[in-house]
């Protein structure tokens, strides 16, 4: 798994207070924690660090996951939590902490074949992470277009006209992940030169 943290500029927009929680992982295995996590507190410097927490390999799954938010008492006292992580984490923390999240990192790319977490499966390695704009759910994944703004022409009623069930975004707003003003937000065009100009 191949991931770069965000400029610091990029995640500044986002954060909301100055109390951060952090989740880090060891990227299926390929990262040395140790290394990673001393870059992350030289990259959030600027903020108070409420508490760090490594999500191995092992305990990417929603069971542990939860089992673990039970014993991490810092995370209330965040204002925001960012994720250094794949894109699959911030898509499941919402269902379980009631607080912002913003993915720190762009997956560039998930190696197949080798073994990986359970949330690893929700990125799509798109090489630029934008769930943040749309209430921690990935259209690259739940979109069969991969509509950035959507939803498109082609939905009808609500209707997905390749699937023919809910739009994804349709699902996002009648739920409330986002409201309406940052529903209409337009979220900017992709680079793709980030996964396309890979080694």
Request: charged share 30%.
């Amino acid at each position: 798994m191949r991931l770069e943290f965000k400029n610091i500029e990029e995640i500044k927009e986002f954060i909301k207070g100055n109390k951060i929680f952090v989740f880090s992982c060891d990227e299926c295995g390929f990262k040395k924690v140790e290394e990673k996590n001393k870059k992350i507190l030289d990259h959030i410097k600027d903020y108070e660090l409420i508490g760090i927490y490594t999500l191995y390999k092992e305990e990417c799954n929603v069971g542990n996951f939860v089992k673990i938010l039970k014993n991490l008492e810092e995370v209330n006292k965040a204002e925001t939590i960012l994720t250094f992580t794949c894109g699959g984490l911030p898509q499941i923390i919402p269902n379980y902490i009631k607080k912002f999240v913003i993915p720190a990192t762009n997956t560039l790319k998930i190696e197949a074949g080798r073994e990986l977490g359970s949330f690893a499966r929700l990125c799509s390695a798109c090489g630029e992470c934008w769930i943040h704009y749309t209430g921690n759910l990935c259209m690259e994944k739940l979109c069969p277009k991969k509509m950035r703004n959507g939803p498109c022409g082609g939905s009808e009623k609500g209707m997905c006209e390749v699937y023919k069930r809910l739009c994804p975004w349709v699902i996002l707003f009648r739920n409330k992940r986002i409201s309406e003003e940052e529903f209409l937000k337009i979220v900017p065009p992709k680079d793709f030169s980030k996964i396309l100009l890979q080694e």
